[in-house]
């Protein structure tokens, strides 16, 4: 306490001068129009500028949810422009009952949206890392989506995070058909170039064309039907010269990946207990 009143003593007349300054500030430009409004326009500008940057701050950190929200809304865009196209086809075309039933499990599928957290594209195993897990409804062996297409499907899920193996894993096998074709087969990948794939398996005598879009099939449990996976680039004979095999530019950018989103099934669980069921009846019967 004596050491803060010496202080005050020592520098009285610094203190002694900022104080005169306030008051003749005050009486200045509270008693003099002029002046008055000067300082009123000055303190507008200097509150309207920090209220400006508040502004441009929030509007920052809000990107990630708007980011969240727009990726989720280009996928379920995506997956109504594929209802559409389906639609106008049953209208022109013969369409049996069974590609009808395909159409209304479209609108079974729960998006969880979440962040990529941790990514790799250059490696044959590659695995993403999101920071959604199973307290927010994510489970292994679920699909996972961007607004640009497939990213791959879960592997492994904790609490508040779970593993992914993308599309760009030598492991990965995802059954995909030719948009608007019918034909199906797997999209591989065998390394290298992180924007392109392979789709192997089409029939000989499939009809299609370089740039035809090729999708999920939807014929497993994990993907719907219809989410994009690339478009044809070149057409090879594969290597027992049986079938074609496809090389697809992917749709989905993987060097770039931020927000996804998991696609969850609710009817899921229920399919693959059927599936499993069916193998274990098979496997008593021989």
């Known amino acids: 306490m004596q050491n803060l009143w010496q202080f005050f003593i020592r520098h009285f007349s610094w203190f002694l001068f900022l104080f005169l300054e306030v008051i003749s500030g005050v009486l200045l430009f509270r008693y003099n129009s002029y002046q008055g409004s000067v300082w009123i326009s000055s303190a507008n500008g200097v509150a309207g ?3 400006k940057w508040q502004a441009n701050i929030e509007q920052y950190f809000s990107l990630a949810k708007a980011n969240e929200e ?5 996928l379920e ?3 109504q422009l594929v209802n559409l196209q389906r639609l106008y086809s049953e ?3 013969d369409t049996t009952a069974l590609e009808r039933a395909e159409l209304q499990k479209l609108s079974q599928f729960e998006l969880i949206p979440a962040k990529v957290v941790s990514n790799s594209v250059s490696r044959p195993d590659n695995l993403i ?4 897990g199973l307290a927010d409804g994510v489970k292994p062996d679920m699909g996972v989506a961007c607004g640009n297409g497939i990213v791959g499907v879960v592997y492994l899920a904790s609490t508040h995070y779970a593993v992914v193996i993308p599309a760009l894993n030598a492991s ?3 059954s995909c058909v030719i948009r608007n074709r019918g034909y199906f087969g797997y999209l591989t ?7 392109v794939a392979y789709v192997e398996d089409i029939p000989r005598h499939a009809k299609f064309y370089r740039g035809d879009w090729v999708e999920t099939s939807g014929y497993s449990s994990i993907f719907p039907r219809g989410v994009s996976v690339g478009k044809i680039e070149t ?4 290597r027992d010269g049986l079938s074609y095999r496809l090389k697809i530019r992917l749709s989905t950018d993987f060097g770039c990946l931020r927000d996804v989103c998991v696609i969850n099934d609710s009817k899921v669980a229920e399919r693959l207990r059927l599936q499993q069921a069916a193998t274990d009846s098979l496997l008593r019967t021989h």
């Open 91 to 93: 209208k022109t075309k």
């Open 235 to 238: 057409v090879y004979n594969s």
């Open 70 to 74: 727009l990726t989720k809304r280009n």
């Open 77 to 79: 865009m995506e997956q």
């Open 172 to 174: 990965s096998r995802i």
């Open 129 to 132: 890392t999101i920071d959604k």
């Open 49 to 51: 500028g920090v209220y």
């Open 189 to 195: 990948w065998y390394g290298g170039d992180p924007s």
